[in-house]
C-alpha cells in the first residue's frame, strides 16, 4: 500500500557552486576593504607611534583629501578661530570685456543653509573649512607647494570647489578665473577670564587660478 504522508515543503533551490564562490569572494572583499579602511583611519587619528610613523606615507596617501579627519584619540583640539572661505571670479563677457565680482562668503552660504536643517549635507559642513586646511597644510604663506604632489592635490581640490559653486556662467558671462582667500577671526575669550584677546579679522588671499574645467553646477554665487 502506497504512502500518502507528505513530506516536507520543497526549499528554495540551493545557490549553485560558482555562485557561492562568487557570493563569499564579494563578502570577502567588502570585510577586507572595511578592515583596511578602518586601520588607516585608526592610524590617522591615533598618538603617534612606530607603527603610524612606518607608514605615514601611505596613510596620508590613502586618507587626503575624501577622508580627511578633524580629530585626534585622547586629544580633542577646538577650532578657536572662525575661519570663513570667501572667493571671487573674474566673468568675461561677449562684448570681450571682464568684470570682477564681488568677494562672496562661501562659508556663511554653507552656514545660512545649515541652520534650522536637521539634517544638513556632509558638504555643507565640512567640505570648505577641509578643502582650505588641506591647501594650508601643504603650502607656505607664500603660497608655494611643501609637499609635492599632495600641493598640487590640495590647489585642484580647492579650485574645483570654486569653479563648482560659481559655475561656468555668472552675470551673463563665462566664468574665467577664480580666486579664494579666508577671513579668519579668532574666537573672544570667555568673559569670566581676565584680559582682552584681539578678536580683529585677518585676510589670506591666494593668487588667481585660471578656469580650466568644465562646471556643470549653475548660478550658485554672485
Given at each position: 500500500?502506497?504512502?500518502?504522508?507528505?513530506?516536507?515543503?520543497?526549499?528554495?533551490?540551493?545557490?549553485?557552486?560558482?555562485?557561492?564562490?562568487?557570493?563569499?569572494?564579494?563578502?570577502?572583499?567588502?570585510?577586507?576593504?572595511?578592515?583596511?579602511?578602518?586601520?588607516?583611519?585608526?592610524l590617522h587619528v591615533a598618538p603617534s607611534n612606530?607603527?603610524?610613523?612606518?607608514?605615514?606615507?601611505?596613510?596620508?596617501?590613502?586618507?587626503?583629501?575624501?577622508?580627511?579627519?578633524?580629530?585626534?584619540?585622547?586629544?580633542?583640539?577646538?577650532?578657536?578661530?572662525?575661519?570663513?572661505?570667501?572667493?571671487?571670479?573674474?566673468?568675461?563677457?561677449?562684448?570681450?570685456?571682464?568684470?570682477?565680482?564681488?568677494?562672496?562668503?562661501?562659508?556663511?552660504?554653507?552656514?545660512?543653509?545649515?541652520?534650522?536643517?536637521?539634517?544638513?549635507?556632509?558638504?555643507?559642513?565640512?567640505?570648505?573649512?577641509?578643502?582650505?586646511?588641506?591647501?594650508?597644510?601643504?603650502?607656505?604663506?607664500?603660497?608655494?607647494?611643501?609637499?609635492g604632489d599632495r600641493s598640487d592635490l590640495s590647489?585642484?581640490?580647492?579650485?574645483?570647489?570654486?569653479?563648482?559653486?560659481f559655475g561656468p556662467r555668472l552675470n551673463g558671462?563665462?566664468?574665467?578665473?577664480?580666486?579664494?582667500?579666508?577671513?579668519?577671526?579668532?574666537?573672544?575669550?570667555?568673559?569670566?577670564?581676565?584680559?582682552?584677546?584681539?578678536?580683529?579679522?585677518?585676510?589670506?588671499?591666494?593668487?588667481?587660478?585660471?578656469?580650466?574645467?568644465?562646471?556643470?553646477?549653475?548660478?550658485?554665487?554672485?
Open positions: 500500500m502506497e504512502s500518502t504522508e507528505e513530506g516536507p515543503p520543497p526549499q528554495g533551490a540551493a545557490l549553485s557552486l560558482p555562485a557561492r564562490i562568487t557570493v563569499a569572494v564579494t563578502v570577502g572583499a567588502v570585510v577586507v576593504a572595511a578592515l583596511y579602511h578602518l586601520a588607516m583611519v585608526f612606530t607603527l603610524s610613523k612606518e607608514h605615514a606615507t601611505t596613510v596620508s596617501d590613502y586618507i587626503y583629501p575624501e577622508f580627511e579627519q578633524n580629530w585626534k584619540l585622547f586629544a580633542p583640539d577646538p577650532l578657536q578661530q572662525n575661519v570663513h572661505v570667501q572667493a571671487r571670479a573674474e566673468v568675461r563677457k561677449p562684448g570681450g570685456e571682464v568684470e570682477t565680482t564681488g568677494w562672496v562668503d562661501l562659508t556663511g552660504m554653507d552656514v545660512a543653509a545649515m541652520r534650522h536643517n536637521p539634517v544638513p549635507s556632509h558638504s555643507q559642513q565640512n567640505e570648505l573649512r577641509r578643502a582650505w586646511g588641506f591647501y594650508t597644510d601643504t603650502h607656505d604663506t607664500q603660497e608655494q607647494p611643501t609637499s590647489r585642484t581640490y580647492l579650485q574645483n570647489i570654486l569653479e563648482r559653486r558671462g563665462t566664468v574665467v578665473r577664480v580666486q579664494a582667500r579666508a577671513a579668519t577671526t579668532p574666537v573672544p575669550q570667555p568673559s569670566w577670564i581676565a584680559g582682552s584677546s584681539d578678536t580683529s579679522t585677518q585676510y589670506r588671499e591666494l593668487p588667481w587660478w585660471i578656469v580650466s574645467t568644465t562646471s556643470s553646477g549653475q548660478e550658485n554665487a554672485s
